[in-house]
């Protein structure tokens, strides 16, 4: 970013137009990272596959537009709702990690400025260390045991600290969020594991 490109963010006021924007398009965005749906349901695989990677595709061309010209679109521009709308579409932009990471790095000034969420900032985090080959730190991304509906993490470093990592940006106790995800992935699979004669995904042991 040039200096009049940060002299302009420094002096910006909230941008409605952009927040606006960027709610239309994580619309899209989120029916896409959905299980699909509606119309969509009966698609094959393969073709549902295209849809999302196009979606995706299309969207961060304009991430990169917006974040050329702003930087990261912290809550000082477009809001809370509209900095969460910016990051998450970023994240769903696995095919380009060099602009994920480009993104976070000036994320994390935006947050170190309480001007961007700092859990937010962990997830990318997690998800840049994975697309680049490294482990990720707070344990955000995760994948499931398919004989079970249980989530567990990705590569992950340093285990046995993740939670006192996770307390530090805001994030709950990692046992709470795998159980989360494993609920969520158990609904959205429901038929298959009642049919396997699972009634609910095993969980985690909480304090």
Known sequence: MSKKQEEEKSNAEYDKVLANELLRMMEVDQISASVPSGKYKELPLEEWKKIKDSVFRTHEKRLQQIFKNIGFAGYDLVGEEGSRNFFL??????????????????????VDKSNASSSSYGLLVDRVNLNTGKAQIYGTQVTYNMNTGQAYPKKMEDSVNVNERRISIGLEPIEDYLNDMSEMHFEMNKEKYLNMGITEPYSYKTE
Request: glycine residues 0%.
């Open 89 to 110: 579409m970023v994240q769903h932009s696995d095919h380009n990690p060099v602009f994920q990471n480009r993104v976070l790095e000036k994320m994390k000034i935006e």
